[in-house]
């Protein structure tokens, strides 16, 4: 049977050549992390099954608006008062399966929802001004600094923003959304990279 991961296309595949072409300025770069797994999990967070989820992903749930907790590997995006978006580099098939594990009979859920989202890193000492153009979150580095991530709007689109690094932010747009914010953002970016 063949490998079906090699038929798989990114929501951004067609656009990957005009986003390195506009990302050769050393201002601000837009590139597609495709394929990163997602789960999303819902657990009362005051619960014994809290704890077990929270030794599946080697850090506490965050608490509150914006927290994130986890690693490169696995990393906890805080939705609401219980719910969350794991980001994974891993197989999310198999984190999915964990997760279920711990939660155990207790009510709560954990599901892949790999495909539902995509992956745009805008990276550059001008990230934070393209996306100050459509974004309403203050992103002042008082404010909004890594670590951070926050569900919100960028060109009316609903997306999930994380700041990633001091200059390094990633937008998690659903994938049917994707195509429009990758161009939204490439407009944005040409006055930097002219």
Known sequence: MADLTTLRRSPLTHLADRMAAASVSVTVSLSEVPFLGMVSLRVEPSTPAATRVADVLGAPLP??????????????????????????????????????????????LALDVSANRT????????????????CPVDLHRRSFVPGRAVATTLARVPVLLWQT??????LLPRSSFADYVARWLLDAMREFNG
């Open 165 to 170: 690094g001091h200059d390094a932010y990633r």
């Open 119 to 134: 992956v745009v890193e805008l990276a550059g000492p001008r990230a934070r001004t393209v996306l100050e153009k459509g």
């Open 63 to 108: 608490t509150g608006c914006g927290e994130t907790t986890g690693d490169d590997d696995r990393r906890a995006l805080w939705l609401g008062p219980d719910e969350w978006l794991v980001v994974t580099t891993g197989d999310p098939v198999v984190l999915t399966r964990e997760l279920d594990a711990a939660l155990g009979e207790d009510p709560g």
